[in-house]
T-cell receptor, first 111, second 111 residues
Framework: GENVEQHPSTLSVQEGDSAVIKCTYS??????FPWYKQELGKRPQLIID?????GEKKDQRIAVTLNKTAKHFSLHITETQPEDSAVYFC??????????FGTGTSLTVIP | DTEVTQTPKHLVMGMTNKKSLKCEQHMGHRAMYWYKQKAKKPPELMFV???????INESVPSRFSPECPNSSLLNLHLHALQPEDSALYLC??????????FGEGSWLTVV
């Protein structure tokens, strides 16, 4: 499959601090980059996405930025809360509706 | 509401059994997917159906056989599985070029 690199693999932050997760993708990825949150024992859920004609998108405490030149996009969570603790996956889409996921980031928010 | 339903939620099968996983979506999405997810790993793409035709097979062993009876239904037929095939199997759907939405998954154990 196609390659999406994700860093860091684990991240611990104090409640109220910000968390940033970064992904890079290989050539020829399409124009759509979603982020998913997966809580233990549950399905991945789409939390925010961005298209290549937009540099940044924000939804309350979460935001995603995209740098197409550098082929990377990032998830920013501000004012983190314990319920933000989960595994986060970035994804990218290639021709033929092929969605590939990054390796995941396990986020722990310490109360 | 974005809803993809999967049955069964849990399945235990022997290595000589034949079983099927089922998936249904009523969002009018034209692409449907099977992913396999092992613990602490990202979802791994297995198959993609676009407009009811198999468009992507990620070199999945023939003991997994997908079927798309119509635009709303997707099955995964299982035969002669190995213990290492035990995993969470996720069905998903998407509209062309947008985020995919996952079902709750089927937890498969091969004994």
């Amino acid at each position: 499959g196609e390659n999406v690199e994700q860093h860091p693999s684990t991240l611990s932050v104090q409640e109220g601090d910000s968390a940033v997760i970064k992904c890079t993708y290989s050539d020829s990825a399409s124009n759509y980059f979603p982020w998913y949150k997966q809580e233990l024992g549950k399905r991945p859920q789409l939390i925010i996405d961005i298209r290549s004609n937009v540099g940044e998108k924000k939804d309350q405490r979460i935001a995603v930025t995209l740098n197409k030149t550098a082929k990377h996009f990032s998830l920013h969570i501000t004012e983190t809360q314990p319920e933000d603790s989960a595994v986060y996956f970035c994804a990218a889409i290639w021709t033929g509706n092929q969605f590939y996921f990054g390796t995941g980031t396990s986020l722990t928010v310490i109360p | 509401d974005t809803e993809v339903t999967q049955t069964p939620k849990h399945l235990v099968m022997g290595m000589t059994n034949k079983k099927s996983l089922k998936c249904e979506q009523h969002m009018g999405h034209r692409a449907m997917y099977w992913y396999k997810q092992k613990a602490k790993k990202p979802p791994e793409l297995m198959f993609v159906y676009s407009y009811e035709k198999l468009s992507i097979n990620e070199s999945v062993p023939s003991r997994f056989s997908p079927e798309c009876p119509n635009s709303s239904l997707l099955n995964l037929h299982l035969h002669a599985l190995q213990p290492e095939d035990s995993a969470l199997y996720l069905c998903a759907s998407s509209q062309d070029g947008t985020g995919i939405y996952f079902g709750e998954g089927s937890w498969l154990t091969v004994v």
